[in-house]
């Protein structure tokens, strides 16, 4: 079971996209490892940014957790962003994720 990111979390102004992906998500496991597993290609910025989509969560709710302002959020979100690892391990941390080094060609099982 995946987090639902609970309702005290969910941001009022989700896409109807990022709507139709989290409830896809909830109702439909293969869905979710599908698309979990499509994210693992991307860089950790753009994974971290899809991850917090799915689960239907604003960036000033991220930046509230982490005590940290909203454009900053949206700075470590952004494709070519480099930051210290262990501020994407907090984002992670918030979002109930780890951050982990997977081999090229590795498929990721879900547990």
Excluded: C
């Amino acid at each position: 079971m995946f987090w639902d990111g609970g309702n005290k979390m969910k941001h009022k102004n989700s896409s109807p996209f990022d709507k139709d992906v989290q409830n896809k998500i909830k109702q439909d496991t293969k869905y979710a490892e599908a698309y979990f597993e499509a994210i693992a290609d991307e860089s950790l910025p753009i994974q971290i940014a899809l991850l917090r989509r799915a689960y239907g969560i604003s960036q000033e709710k991220i930046a509230a957790k982490l005590r940290l302002k909203q454009a900053h959020i949206s700075r470590l979100e952004k494709k070519d962003s480099d930051h210290l690892i262990s501020t994407y391990e907090k984002m992670a941390k918030v979002l109930h994720s780890r951050i982990m080094i997977v081999p090229e060609n590795a498929r990721v099982i879900p547990a």
